[in-house]
């Protein structure tokens, strides 16, 4: 960024300067109006004169110079962004530099770079350099030096920036950006800054726990430039809390871009969504790639909460299943779904049903049923008894978040002694230390070996009420069994998202 001039000073610039291979244009202006380019009237750029914009700073004993060079924005392509340096003789380096330093404006993230023509340029915090400065380095620090400003088109990060992590780097990028806006940097903002956050291609999305203090507000919007020029992207959303209204909508608001449209890749599968409308949780990749090896080839699988298509997808690009019934009732991921199942190319074997699936009219339909909702999908439990096959049943994936507080005994869901009496068959649970929780359906599978007891015993209750459940619904008793208890992460402390895969079976006709 040049530094501060005033109205008079303002000029314009060579809009060719910063062509491959060519040093940014120098032009010699005085107090006079135009000027022209430095090098020669013949310049392979701009041919000497220069074009509209804006000059940046610099001086030399004839007098003020001016030059131009690329704004400290990311330039297209992904290149690192210009910076500003002060050019002088390698004789005057080493003064150059302890008085850079004393002053905190040498910029410590580049490399000295030597110039074509033999002097050297100190990459420097443009945002905090004055033109006190410059006349001090040129009439005091290094008497008879020349002192020139300038622009480092392709600056070359220094070792300790190449060995920066992504977090320290945006701590950097931020401090020295906040210092040249002339704000005191603080140990309150340092710690005010994002330690993690998701990347969905060029945009990032912090989380709500950052970027909170006030001072923060009055460097808007320039600050989330900076943000995405530190972590190489060009977008920057924050969340807030997820919305209690029953579509999860996320609290997202897009502090940097003009859309929150993006694409992520699992397991070969492109999910497109808006982040400032829709969920997306990196967390469930375990539990995507699980279900992608189920054996579902000609089945019929019903998805009462499909989002964006999480698990729809999966179960039809790679685990072959031969219809989807996907149930969503939020407007923007049904849209998302749409163009999910296109880009994919399974929208032929998949029904989207928008709206609320406990008013759901299918039934006696179903091999499967994905009931991915969190942190309890047990309303959505009738519904997912009423749409197994009747005659032949089949098997649910219940999604839950379940609490594994030490001591604290687990309620369980609907095990009323009227329930329990309804049971038709003794619970089976096998429990085989060795397998450690195979994923397909065939045989009977096994629990993981780190089974926690919380886990299983909300299993058993769910079981039971899946049983009595199944009963009411079709009329007749059925036989239920747990094959596996799969964790998929943990939600929060002592609280872990697991998925439990039940087999239900209509019991056979007797006499």
């Not at 962004?81 to 150059?96: I, K, L, S």
């Not at 950006?177 to 330690?195: C, F, H, Y």
């Amino acid at each position: 960024m040049a530094a501060e001039t005033s109205p008079r000073q303002r000029r314009r610039i060579c809009p060719q300067a910063h062509q491959p291979f060519v040093p940014a244009c120098h032009f010699d202006v005085t107090s006079g109006s135009g000027g022209r380019c430095a090098r020669s009237s013949s310049c392979c750029c701009c041919g000497g004169e220069p074009g509209p914009g804006e000059w940046s700073l610099s001086e030399s004993r004839g007098g003020t110079r001016r030059e131009w060079g690329t704004s400290s924005m990311e330039r297209e392509g992904g290149k690192n962004a210009a910076v500003v340096a002060v050019v002088t003789e390698p004789r005057f380096t080493q003064r150059y530099r302890e008085y850079l330093e004393k002053q905190k404006l040498l910029d410590r993230q580049h490399r000295v770079a030597k110039m074509p023509d033999g002097t050297v340029a100190l990459p420097v915090l443009g945002e905090a350099l004055r033109e006190q400065h410059l006349r001090e380095l040129r009439n005091c620090v290094a008497p008879g030096s020349t002192c020139i400003v300038t622009q480092l088109l392709d600056p070359v990060p220094s070792k300790k920036a190449q060995s920066c992590s992504p977090a320290q780097r945006l701590c950097l990028e931020v401090s020295r950006w906040v210092e040249g806006r002339g704000v005191t940097w603080s140990a309150e903002l340092e710690a005010d800054l994002p330690r993690s956050w998701q990347r969905h291609g060029n945009l990032l999305l912090l989380s709500e726990d950052c970027f909170q203090a006030k001072q923060w507000k009055n460097l808007e919007p320039e600050l989330w430039e900076t943000v995405a020029s530190a972590l190489g992207v060009r977008r920057v959303a924050k969340r807030g809390r997820v919305s209690p209204d029953g579509t999860r909508t996320p609290a997202v608001t897009l502090l940097l871009g003009d859309h929150g449209w993006v694409e992520h890749v699992d397991n070969g599968i492109r999910y497109k969504f808006d982040v400032t409308q829709c969920m997306f949780s990196f967390g469930n990749i375990t539990e995507k790639l699980r279900v992608a090896s189920l054996p579902c080839a000609r089945e019929v699988l019903v998805d009462l909460y499909a989002g964006i298509g999480y698990f729809t997808l999966p179960f039809l690009v790679h685990a072959g299943a031969a219809f989807v019934h996907a149930c969503e009732w939020n407007p923007h991921a049904v849209a998302a779904l749409r163009t999910n199942l296109e880009i994919n190319g399974v929208a032929d074997r998949c029904q989207i049903h928008f709206g609320d699936n406990r008013k759901l009219k299918l039934s006696n339909i179903a091999d499967r049923v994905n009931l991915g909702l969190i942190p309890s999908s047990e309303e959505g439990w009738p519904i997912a008894c009423q749409v197994l096959k009747q005659d032949a049943g089949g098997i649910l994936h219940i999604h839950q978040n379940v609490e594994s507080f030490p001591g604290k005994n687990l309620q369980p869901l609907g095990s009323s002694e009227m329930e329990k009496e309804h049971w038709p068959y003794p619970q089976q649970i096998i429990t085989n230390q060795g397998t450690n929780g195979a994923t397909g359906d065939s045989g009977r599978k096994t629990l993981p070996a780190a089974t926690k007891p919380e886990w299983q015993r909300w299993a058993e209750s769910a079981e039971t009420r899946i049983a009595t459940l199944l009963r009411q619904v079709h009329g007749k008793p059925w036989k239920t069994q747990i094959l596996h208890i799969q964790p998929v992460k943990s939600y929060a402390p002592h609280v872990d998202h697991i998925v439990l895969d039940l087999e239900c079976r209509p019991c056979p006709l007797v006499g």
